[in-house]
């Protein structure tokens, strides 16, 4: 058990089921994870943010933030530094390995030093407790802005020979046009954009179906099926999506 009484790797859902914000193809930018193992301070930023809009979910220790970031997609992160089982700068360093979302340091450290290497190290914003909610959203907010202008429009994101433009929402296998339904497309792209990372079938549900993951097992493996089918049969010597065996899917190494 955790300060506050909250068991290891547990996570709180403030706002169980994510808000689309984007056409076909992109995921929600408003979902923000939380990691800070005291629960008061917790409570209080998730229904700040919540109250301002966003998708919140809370984590109570460095281990359970890994998985929650490994597991699912997030937009912003509000990190602490003193957490239990791994600290702060440890799951800082950790996720800058596999994602570049905006990274907030909320941390009663107030020490220069510790601000300066938290930034080298891939923090965007350092925030001191205590600390004034209001501020707390307005800099997530600004970074949350900040990080929609850097995505360029219609990006274009290759594997092997498939070609996938987020501008026209076209996919190409091998110079031919794949006809995707909606949801085979959301799921490529996808996998596409976070080449390499394992998705669980409860990460992938949630973050096409915009819905709470309740056993929906068969819906994500009958979408993944029909997608390896149209990508087999446009080209059947490429193997393209793997599984990985009680863990999920992602993208055949190259």
Request: charged share 30%.
């Amino acid at each position: 058990m955790l300060e506050g009484g909250i068991p290891e790797g547990r996570t709180q859902t403030c706002l169980v089921k994510f808000v689309a914000t984007q056409p076909i193809g992109g995921i929600s930018t408003n979902t923000i994870l939380i990691i800070e193992d005291n629960e008061d301070v917790n409570r209080m930023l998730a229904e700040a943010l919540t109250e301002a809009g966003y998708a919140v979910k809370s984590v109570y220790s460095g281990t359970g933030g890994l998985k929650e970031l490994r597991d699912h997609t997030y937009d912003l992160v509000l990190l602490d530094i003193m957490l239990p089982y791994k600290s702060g700068d440890e799951v800082l360093k950790e996720l800058r390995s596999f994602t570049d979302i905006p990274v907030i340091i909320v941390s009663a450290k107030d020490m220069v030093g510790t601000k300066v290497d938290l930034l080298k190290l891939g923090a965007d914003d350092y925030i001191t407790k205590p600390f004034d909610l209001g501020e707390v959203v307005a800099r997530v907010e600004s970074h949350l802005r900040r990080s929609r202008r850097q995505l360029p429009a219609g990006r274009v994101f290759r594997y092997k020979d498939i070609v996938l433009d987020d501008g026209t929402k076209s996919v190409v296998v091998g110079g031919n046009e794949l006809e995707l339904t909606a949801k085979e497309y959301m799921i490529l792209e996808l996998l596409m954009k976070y080449r390499g990372k394992v998705f669980t079938k409860a990460s992938l549900y949630e973050s096409i179906w915009q819905d709470e993951y309740l056993d929906n097992e068969n819906a994500v493996k009958t979408h993944i099926s029909n997608l390896r089918t149209k990508l087999k049969h446009a080209n059947p010597h490429v193997e393209y999506i793997e599984t990985i065996w009680g863990l999920g899917y992602r993208l055949c190494k190259e």
